[in-house]
């Protein structure tokens, strides 16, 4: 079971930032494996999302369907949520203790959502943006991200390599080389890179 936590749980919480609950109510059907997405039955009130998932969660999402043994064959994970949150615990302390280092006692479920909202931020600079992709209602909810990426990235270089596409093919070598699309201006694409 623990390893199960780190290979399965702790993956689909560190790359989609959902919330434990979120992620544990999973079914299949919210999996479309074609399009590589996810789709999120919102906690808390919040909105309903759909993710996009890396090619190696979706394998590992296909691996896991083939070999799983769960009762209720629609749903990702069978234990009830608190019986996965105490084996995280256990298991997180016996990693801290045999590398004694205790503040990795202060990693939850949660922080994973955490560090994908600041990392978001800290990417885009777009607090709407993050916002939608938590599914959060209140931008307030939001704005402690803000914090988080000025206290993490504080000595960051904040400039930018901008670049220019006219065409798909254009757009798409930008992108496989890591810029991100930032607006459309008299026809030309534009896009930037931290530097």
């Avoid at 070598?173 to 991100?180: H, N, Q, R, S, V």
Wanted: glycine share 4%; with cysteine; hydrophobic share 40%.
């Amino acid at each position: 079971m623990s390893q199960f936590i780190l290979e399965h749980v702790t993956p689909i919480l560190k790359e989609t930032g959902m919330r434990a609950g979120e992620a544990h109510k999973l079914r299949w059907a919210d999996v479309d494996f074609e399009n590589c997405t996810v789709r999120v039955t919102p906690e808390k009130g919040s909105n309903p999302r759909i993710f996009k998932i890396s090619r190696k969660l979706l394998n590992m999402l296909v691996d896991l369907k083939a070999t799983s043994r769960v009762q209720d064959k629609s749903r990702i994970f069978a234990k009830d949520l608190r019986t996965i949150r105490k084996v995280f615990e256990k298991q997180r302390a016996n990693i801290a203790r045999k590398l004694k280092n205790p503040r990795l006692l202060r990693i939850h479920f949660h922080t994973f959502r955490h560090w994908k909202a600041t990392m978001l931020y800290h990417q885009t600079k777009d607090i709407l943006y993050v916002m939608r992709f938590l599914g959060h209602r209140n931008i307030q909810n939001t704005l402690i991200y803000i914090q988080l990426e000025e206290a993490i990235f504080k000595k960051e270089n904040d400039e930018f390599i901008c670049k220019t596409a006219k065409t798909v093919e254009e757009a798409k070598t930008l992108i496989e080389a890591g810029f991100e699309y930032v607006c459309e201006f008299d026809g030309v694409k534009l896009f930037r890179k931290r530097k």
